[in-house]
Each structure stands twice: as structure tokens, then as C-alpha cells.
């Protein structure tokens, strides 16, 4: 199975309400990064976290990190429809260079 | 800088052709990663070069899967010969600090279609 497995697999919401995804991972981490991915496009970088972090913040962007639960969660606060995406949380383990992608999120946020 | 560019964008091929995939990363970066995305098994790395040296192919799937970057601006995939199982998106990827600190910048992927 994959390092980072998101939850849920699909997410439909209001545009202004909140959204909230969680990740789960199963080996020790260096850093978790979450991505965006537009429908046929590349993925885009939005945050990355490290293990030694709790919280972090980047616009309407809200990411946590418990590393006791091996799990993490982005929180995307007054939705837009442009956020209508899938997002992805991705880990490197704690030797290597590989980023391994989980199975992502697809959010539609409606007008 | 123009991103990461990889082409071409749109491949359709018959089982049994070569194709080859190409990746210009980002200007200084030393990472450089290549990633195949299906709807069945996700994103799934498949081989990662650092200073224009192939670090890790224990993803490529097999033999008829290959990668070279022989120069810091340029890195080519090629499957010899091609099947229908090969249809994917393949995302090139460039790092300026590798994965275990750094973000990754994608480009706009190559969606191979082999018929």
C-alpha cells in the first residue's frame, strides 16, 4: 500500500464552507508536503511541514502534523471553486530522497 | 524561468513502437524525478537522478523502461518496446534540495496513450 493514504477519497462542498483532508503514513517521515493537482495538469506545491513541526499556515491554508498518530491534515478555510482540485499528501521517509505520493483527494467546490 | 517543460504533451503510439519522453527541469536544480500517475496505482516514482546521476530505478517497472540525463538540462524515459499497460501520465519533476527538505516542481506531464 502507499506511504500516504488520504481520507476521504472525494470531497463536494459549498463554495465558502471549509475542507478537510487527513493523511495517514505508515514510516517515519523527514517532512510531509501537500500538492494540488488541476484536472490535466502538473501537480503544484502548496505546503510543506516537518517532522519537528505541529502547525503551519500559508493563506487559507492550515496544515497539522501528529507524528504519534503518523498522520496529517490540511484544512482549506472559505473555499473558492478554483480550489476544485485533487489534493495529494506526499512523504519522504526518513533516508532517501523519494517522495511518496498517496492516493489523493478530489474536492469539487460548487458556486 | 519557464518551469519544468516536458514534451511532447500528447502521445498516442501502437504496442511494439519506442517512445520517448523528455524533461527539461528547472535551471539549477540537482534533483530530478520522474513519475508515472494511472487511475489504478496513483503517482508512482520511477527513478530519480541527483547531479545528472541515476540515484534510485527500483520503481522502473522493466527492462524496456529506461532513463538517462546526460546533461544537467536534460533527461529522456523511453519504453522499448511499448504495451497497452504503459498508458499513463508521466510527470517529470525537478528539486533544487531533494525531497527530504525541498518542494517539487512538476511539469505539465506526457500522457501516453499505446493502443
Known amino acids: 500500500s502507499q506511504q500516504g493514504e488520504e481520507d476521504p477519497q472525494a470531497l463536494s462542498i459549498q463554495e465558502g464552507e471549509n475542507a478537510t483532508m487527513n493523511c495517514s503514513y505508515k514510516t517515519s517521515i523527514n517532512n510531509l508536503q501537500w500538492y494540488r493537482q488541476n484536472s490535466g495538469r502538473g501537480l503544484v506545491h502548496l505546503i510543506l511541514i516537518r517532522s519537528n513541526e505541529r502547525e503551519k499556515h500559508s493563506g487559507r491554508l492550515r496544515v497539522t502534523l501528529d507524528t504519534s498518530k503518523k498522520s496529517s491534515s490540511l484544512l482549506i478555510t472559505a473555499s473558492r471553486a478554483a480550489d476544485t482540485a485533487s489534493y495529494f499528501c506526499?512523504?519522504?521517509?526518513?533516508?532517501?530522497?523519494?517522495?511518496?505520493f498517496g492516493g489523493g483527494t478530489r474536492v469539487l467546490v460548487k458556486p | 524561468d519557464a518551469g519544468v517543460i516536458q514534451s511532447p504533451r500528447h502521445e498516442v503510439t501502437e504496442m511494439g513502437q519506442e517512445v520517448t519522453l523528455r524533461c527539461k527541469p528547472i535551471s539549477g536544480h540537482d534533483y530530478l524525478f520522474w513519475y508515472r500517475q494511472t487511475m489504478m496505482r496513483g503517482l508512482e516514482l520511477l527513478i530519480y537522478?541527483?547531479?545528472?546521476?541515476?540515484?534510485?530505478d527500483s520503481g522502473m517497472p522493466e527492462d524496456r523502461f529506461s532513463a538517462k540525463m546526460p546533461n544537467a538540462s536534460f533527461s529522456t524515459l523511453k519504453i522499448q518496446p511499448s504495451e497497452p499497460r504503459d498508458s499513463a501520465v508521466y510527470f517529470c519533476a525537478s528539486s533544487l534540495e531533494g525531497a527530504q527538505t525541498g518542494e517539487l516542481f512538476f511539469g505539465e506531464g506526457s500522457r501516453l496513450t499505446v493502443l
Open positions: 537522478f541527483n547531479n545528472n546521476v541515476p540515484i534510485d
Open positions: 506526499a512523504t519522504d521517509k526518513a533516508a532517501g530522497n523519494k517522495l511518496t
